[in-house]
């Protein structure tokens, strides 16, 4: 059993073979059958994916233009690497998670050692 995708697949591969033969008989071959008043045909089977080639180059840089004019600018890098450092420093107020415990563990042992010195 072929998936969708693969069906759709096959299906763009033959349209594709199938307009690519229609057009290259219509380009080289046409005047053969015309007996040489091809030529306005020729000429249409070359202008038209020239156009659309065309059409498609500039709606693509109109795109790129439009993002470009629409995308607001970027922060400065010294802000950037000012907010970097930052997040790097820790603060007086914060400890490591590992240094309280111990911490708080030697205090009791030093006051025990401390009363049985007493």
Known sequence: MVSKD??????ICLV??????????????????TAGRSW????????IPVFIAF????????WIGWTMATTPPPKPIEEITSEMEKEEKPTVEEKPAEETP???TKKPERKKKAEAEE
């Open 6 to 11: 693969q069906a759709i697949g096959g299906l």
């Open 16 to 33: 594709c073979v199938v307009v690519g033969v229609l057009y290259t008989l219509g380009l080289f071959y046409w005047g053969y059958w």
């Open 40 to 47: 306005a045909l020729s000429f249409t089977l070359v202008a």
């Open 55 to 62: 059409i498609a180059i500039l709606g693509i840089g109109s």
């Open 102 to 104: 111990k911490e708080e």
